[in-house]
């Protein structure tokens, strides 16, 4: 019944919110229920939850389960311990010393500092203020009083965690300029140096661009090396934001995508959504990477972090995060980095790569669909076009009719629980499939059964 990585279960056993509060009874009680009660319980929570470690869930940007990280969460949990004091955890302290010194390497720098943060919009926001405290070190005591209008520079692509640390953070979203991408999804440079111009005239101090390596839809690679040339010459704080695509770092074949990530300031990164460590975690192991060390906070809890212990109160890392306690995120990555290796982690980053080529190749020969754009990564965007709109390209009502097809189909799809794939709309393309290979379970023929039981699901359309 919990066997998720079975092809013969369901991903989801969908019900509607009023039937899903009937059959979990979640009314809160005076006294408690029995063992046999609550293994129930278990039971149906299992049952009834959409199954992400499934082969066939390609809805996120995640998916599948590796045991060596499950086995790191489950002693994680055990372990219950705060990230902040070598005092409280001292393996862990060492232990995402070492990861992060090793992720660090991979983007090319031999110094600097990093922290694991809870999600990538925490990650790109720590990256903003330590930017903001670079441009402006007055602002720590003074505020913003002391700071004149800043300007960010993001993609039209980029994630809206931009927006979010710029409200956050006191500096608005008014002042977040949008650079355009070309058809790929990629920044372009020249629309980038048009903006800083912009912001200029209008007496606000370009301080920090955003990046991307590995756009949410298209997994579109911004040209990090000419946004490296226009921050340099602009005294800008250049931050990469490779969430999704930092792990091509562990491919000889694929790592050009991300030429000139050395080169920026910051990096955010989640390794575990393509090396698959857990990161349903809520994206639990995004890291914050910065090429120099630098102290927003001095450490004011004297009860926490004593300057005058037995050991080397370097070691003591509350200081780096807006967070006192912090969740041990290190130890899943860890175990699975020791199983595997850094060769077996390059191995699934080229395996996800060919098994998006073979989609793309068999979506080609197939007529009832047809790629958005052909994108560098492991997204996959394309259009199913039913039988019924078939040559119809230059029909009126053609683009209206195609954007109530992925609907249809995803509402077919979650009650038969097969799969699960999600769609969206974008930049005047209607409503299209977004698929997303990454699970190390997936093979050719999941690619084959993907095809046709969309076909299936929009047959009468």
């Not at 809160?28 to 129930?40: A, D, P, V």
């Not at 720098?109 to 903001?132: H, K």
């Not at 992925?406 to 799969?419: F, H």
Request: proline letters at 4%; one cysteine or more; aromatic letters at 10%.
């Amino acid at each position: 019944e919990m066997n998720c990585m079975s092809l013969h279960s369901q991903v989801c056993e969908w019900k509607d919110p009023d039937q899903l509060r009937a059959l979990l009874d979640l009314d809160l009680r005076e006294h408690g229920e029995s063992h046999k009660q609550l293994l129930q319980r278990v039971r149906d929570v299992a049952r009834y939850s959409v199954k992400t470690c499934h082969p066939r869930f390609f809805n996120q940007l995640f998916a599948g389960v590796d045991y060596h990280a499950l086995t790191g969460r489950l002693l994680t949990e055990t372990l219950n311990t705060s990230q902040y004091t070598y005092e409280v955890a001292p393996v862990f302290v060492l232990m995402e010393e070492e990861v992060l010194c090793k992720l660090r390497s991979l983007v090319g720098w031999s110094e600097g500092d990093g922290i694991f943060c809870p999600g990538g919009s925490m990650s790109n926001m720590y990256a903003m203020n330590v930017a903001r405290y670079w441009a402006f070190p007055q602002v720590k005591t003074q505020g913003l009083w002391a700071t004149p209008r800043m300007a960010i520079f993001t993609s039209q692509q980029g994630h809206y965690s931009m927006k979010k640390a710029a409200a956050f953070l006191g500096i608005g979203t008014d002042n977040v300029f949008i650079v355009q991408v070309d058809e790929s999804g990629s920044m372009r440079p020249e629309d980038l140096e048009a903006k800083i111009v912009q912001a200029k005239s209008q007496d606000a101090v370009p301080f920090f661009v955003n990046a991307t390596a590995g756009t949410t839809v298209q997994g579109a690679f911004d040209p990090l090396n000419r946004i490296a040339d226009i921050s340099e010459r602009n005294g800008m704080w250049m931050h990469v934001d490779a969430a999704w695509g930092g792990s091509v770092l562990f491919s000889k074949k694929h790592k050009h995508l991300v030429a000139g990530i050395e080169r920026a300031n910051s990096v955010t990164w989640n390794p575990h959504k393509m090396l698959l460590a857990g990161l349903h975690q809520f994206m639990q192991c995004f890291c914050l990477l910065v090429v120099e060390r630098i102290i927003l906070t001095p450490p004011q809890a004297t009860y926490l972090f004593q300057q005058d212990k037995f050991y080397d109160t370097s070691l003591d890392t509350g200081d780096k995060s807006i967070q006192c306690g912090r969740k041990v995120d290190c130890l899943k990555l860890w175990l699975m980095w020791k199983a595997i290796g850094t060769h077996g982690l390059s191995e699934r980053v080229e395996k996800a790569f060919a098994l998006a080529r073979y989609l793309m190749h068999l979506l080609d020969k197939r007529d009832n669909f047809k790629l958005v754009c052909k994108g560098p990564f492991v997204n996959v965007c394309f259009w199913f076009i039913p039988p019924s709109l078939r040559g119809k390209e230059n029909s009126a009502d053609y683009q209206e009719s195609l954007s109530k097809v992925a609907p249809v189909i995803k509402e077919r799809m979650m009650k038969r629980g097969t799969m699960m794939v999600g769609y969206q709309p974008m930049d005047g393309h209607v409503n299209f499939f977004r698929m997303v290979v990454v699970s190390p379970q997936l093979t050719t023929k999941d690619m084959d059964f993907f095809l046709d039981e969309i076909e299936d699901l929009g047959k009468d359309l």
